[in-house]
Every structure is written in structure tokens, then in C-alpha cells.
């Protein structure tokens, strides 16, 4: 058993990432936190499919070998980074714009501030 968790080791730390960013992002008030658990969760996606195109004695795919390494998981990667970089900061500049107003990062304050100021309007 411990040979297969060792051999599979980046498939489950990547599981294990994903499941303390989720339930980082289900359980925690706080939306920085909840910004760092979906990170946690692209970066375990990122893990995952850099590990499905890894091939042990592969090499890169311009040399001519029996083996070689899919490029295409690593492209995928690379944009991927890309798009959660942009989210982050896209998620991060809401955030700070909700403390503007709010004076809190907690989603309950916040949630219950703004049914208040419906309420009096």
C-alpha cells in the first residue's frame, strides 16, 4: 500500500490539496481565505495535470525517442496559471473594494450589512 501512495504520490497531494482548498472555501468566512482556497485548488489542478503528462524516462518530444513527454498538459498548465493569476487579482480587487465599503472581509458582515442597507432604503 505504501509503495502505491508513494508511486501516486503527486496524484494525492493533489487530491489533498484540493480537498483543504475546498473545504477552505466552503468553511471559512473570510474571503481572503477563501481566495487563498481557490488557489489551493488551481494548484492542485495545475499538480494534477502536470503529473498526468509526465512519462519516467521520457524525453522532450523534439528528440526522437520511444518515450517522449506530452507537451500539451504543460501548455495547459501555463495558461491555466495565467487565468488564476488574473481571477486572484480580479477576486482580491472586489475584496478590498467590499472592505471599502463594508469595513470587513467577513462574508457574514458583510451579507448582513448589505440586507440592512436594502432594508432602510
Known amino acids: ?9 503527486f496524484y494525492v ?8 482548498g475546498f473545504a477552505t472555501l ?12 481557490l488557489n489551493l485548488m488551481d494548484t492542485a489542478v495545475f499538480l494534477f495535470l502536470a503529473a498526468m503528462g509526465y512519462v519516467n524516462g521520457g524525453k522532450a518530444p523534439m528528440v526522437e525517442a520511444a518515450a ?21 487579482a480580479l477576486f482580491l480587487a472586489l475584496t478590498h473594494r467590499l472592505y471599502q465599503k463594508y ?19
Do not use: C
Not at 1 to 9: A, D, K, P, T, W
Not at 13 to 20: C, K, M, N, R
Open 68 to 88: 517522449y513527454i506530452n507537451p500539451v498538459p504543460g501548455g495547459l498548465v501555463l495558461t491555466g496559471i495565467v487565468v488564476a493569476v488574473s481571477t486572484t
Open 1 to 9: 500500500m505504501l509503495e502505491i501512495l508513494v508511486e501516486q504520490r
Open 26 to 37: 466552503l468553511l471559512h468566512p473570510n474571503l481572503i481565505k477563501k481566495i487563498i482556497g
Open 103 to 121: 469595513h470587513s472581509v467577513n462574508l457574514d458582515v458583510i451579507l448582513m450589512l448589505a440586507r440592512r442597507g436594502t432594508e432602510e432604503e
Open 13 to 20: 497531494t493533489a487530491v489533498l490539496l484540493f480537498s483543504i
